[in-house]
C-alpha cells in the first residue's frame, strides 16, 4: 500500500512546531503506516516471539479493554492506576477515533499498530513515568531500546532537535545512560501481557518485571 501524501503535508508544519501533538501525530501516522517500511519496522517488535506467542498477543490486542470494569477495580492494582491515569491527566482512551476516525482502519488492519497505540499509556502507568515532554523523551528512549518502537526511533532521531528545547543539557548524558540500563534490564514490554493482570497489585507487577516499587522516574 502507498505513501499517504496528504496528511502528511497537512501535519508536518505543525509537528514541527509541536512534536508532541497528539492529535497531528496520529494522522501523521495514518500517512505512512501502510508503506513498506513502516509495516517491516513494527513487525521488527516481535523478534524473540514463535508463532504461539505471536498468536495469543495478536488475540489479547484484538480484545477490547472493559475500560468500566478496569475503573472498579482497586487503585493500588494495573487497572486501578491505568484508569487514574486517564482521570488525573484529562485523558480520553477514545481520542485516537475521535480526532482523527480514519485510524480505526489501520487499527484493525495492522494488529502491531493497534498493539502499539494501546500500549503507550500502559507503559506510562507500568514505568510510573509522567506526561510532561521531558518525561515523554525518556519513555521514548527506554521504549526504543527495549521494545524497537519505530516511533520511539524517530524521536530519538529528533532528539538534537527536541533536547536543546525540552531537556537540561547537564543531565542529558546522565539520565541517558541510566534509561538505557534499565531499558535492557527489562523484558520487552511490548511483549507483557497488560490485559491479563489488571486486577493484580501494580507494585507486584513492578517487582515481577524488575523495577522498583515506585517504577522508572526520571528527572530529565
Given amino acids: 500500500m502507498a505513501l499517504h501524501l496528504r496528511p502528511l503535508l497537512r501535519t508536518m508544519p505543525g509537528l514541527l512546531r509541536d512534536p508532541f501533538a497528539l492529535d497531528l501525530?496520529?494522522?501523521?501516522?495514518?500517512?505512512?503506516?501502510d508503506t513498506p517500511m513502516m509495516r517491516l519496522a513494527f513487525r521488527q517488535m516481535l523478534i524473540g516471539l514463535?508463532?504461539?506467542?505471536r498468536t495469543f498477543l495478536e488475540s489479547l490486542t484484538r480484545t477490547p479493554i472493559d475500560l468500566d470494569a478496569v475503573a472498579s477495580l482497586?487503585?493500588?492494582?494495573?487497572?486501578?492506576?491505568?484508569?487514574?491515569?486517564?482521570?488525573?491527566n484529562d485523558f480520553d482512551p477514545k481520542f485516537h477515533a475521535k480526532v482523527y476516525p480514519n485510524c480505526l482502519e489501520d487499527l484493525?488492519?495492522?494488529?502491531?499498530?493497534a498493539r502499539f497505540a494501546r500500549l503507550h499509556d500502559l507503559h506510562h502507568v507500568m514505568l510510573g513515568i509522567g506526561v510532561s515532554r521531558q518525561?515523554?523523551?525518556a519513555l521514548h528512549l527506554l521504549l526504543f531500546v527495549n521494545t524497537r518502537d519505530p516511533v520511539a526511533a524517530a524521536f530519538m532521531a529528533?532528539?538534537?532537535?527536541?533536547?536543546?528545547?525540552?531537556?537540561?543539557?547537564?543531565?542529558?548524558?546522565?539520565?541517558?545512560?541510566?534509561?538505557?540500563?534499565?531499558?535492557?534490564?527489562?523484558?520487552?514490554l511490548f511483549h507483557f501481557p497488560y490485559e491479563e493482570v489488571m486486577a493484580e497489585p501494580l507494585v507486584d507487577l513492578r517487582a515481577r518485571i524488575g523495577l522498583p516499587c515506585g517504577g522508572c522516574p526520571t528527572s530529565w
Fill in 108 to 113: 484493525e488492519r495492522n494488529w502491531i499498530f
Fill in 135 to 137: 518525561e515523554e523523551i
Fill in 25 to 33: 501525530g496520529i494522522e501523521f501516522l495514518h500517512g505512512i503506516i
Fill in 158 to 188: 529528533g532528539l538534537p532537535y527536541l533536547a536543546p528545547r525540552y531537556l537540561k543539557q547537564r543531565r542529558i548524558w546522565t539520565e541517558s545512560r541510566k534509561l538505557i540500563r534499565a531499558a535492557r534490564a527489562l523484558p520487552n
Fill in 74 to 88: 482497586p487503585e493500588t492494582t494495573l487497572g486501578g492506576a491505568y484508569s487514574r491515569f486517564f482521570a488525573t
Fill in 50 to 53: 514463535d508463532s504461539s506467542e
